[in-house]
């Protein structure tokens, strides 16, 4: 076999590196991991791109797999194209190196802190509050990692007295370590972790700060994690705005 024929067979890997090889595609799917569908509009907006190049960029996007879309009218939407696209964009996320930080506005600094303290990755928690979340789990039982993360009785019976019914998916895992690329410390992930982000939103633990992935702790979710998981420290996460 030689060279050629080797390459010929297998995955292409190159193939998909190379749809995030480039500044904005890769920045459109870190932004498309607050779960939400966007149209070609907005991330053009978001990128700081021409409309045309947007729509180019996410045509190739789509087609390697990478993006589902689907159209309403006039409007097309675009969403990443499911779970496991979104663990990729993390864990990759997660690796790659810090790009250096330029003078910002104050604006854009308060921004950036906070999603650092508490975030939406796709449809989990993540940053200081997430990573807090997860430690505070494991210190009460109800997350094990002594062979791999798994959810033990006590957390099943923790969810249960939340009101929390995970859905049937057996394509994901019911708990997965997802590293935080901020953090640099592992948070929840999987049905589990999306579970718990949902109840926390439809319970106003947290409440989403502008249309950015960035969320807050509110006093309810203050309250409601130290009567749930215990004191601590990191439930004092405050509003960046305030």
Request: glycine residues 8%; proline residues 6%.
């Amino acid at each position: 076999m030689n060279n050629r024929d080797a390459h010929a067979e297998g995955p292409d890997l190159a193939a998909l590196a190379g749809l995030l090889a480039d500044n904005t595609r890769a920045g459109f799917c870190l932004a498309l991991l607050d779960g939400r569908a966007w149209t070609a509009t907005e991330l053009a907006r978001h990128a700081g791109v021409a409309a045309s190049t947007a729509t180019e960029h996410l045509n190739l996007l789509v087609a390697g797999g990478l993006l589902a879309q689907e159209r309403q009218g006039r409007h097309r939407y675009v969403r990443l194209a499911d779970p496991a696209t979104a663990e990729l964009i993390e864990n990759l996320a997660s690796m790659a190196p810090l790009r250096p930080t330029p003078p910002h506005s104050l604006p854009a600094v308060n921004r950036s802190r906070a999603l650092a303290r508490a975030r939406t990755c796709y449809d989990h928690l993540a940053g200081a509050l997430g990573v807090a979340i997860t430690t505070a789990m494991t210190d009460r039982g109800l997350l094990d990692w002594e062979h791999g993360l798994t959810l033990t009785g006590n957390g099943t019976a923790w969810l249960n007295e939340l009101g929390i019914t995970l859905p049937p998916d057996k394509r994901r895992p019911p708990v997965r370590s997802c590293l935080d690329w901020t953090e640099r410390r592992p948070h929840l992930a999987g049905t589990v972790g999306a579970a718990v982000c949902r109840h926390a939103f439809d319970s106003d633990w947290i409440t989403q700060i502008g249309t950015s992935r960035a969320v807050v702790l509110t006093d309810t979710g203050r309250r409601a994690l130290r009567d749930h998981l215990g004191p601590s420290d990191d439930w004092s996460v405050t509003d960046p705005r305030s």
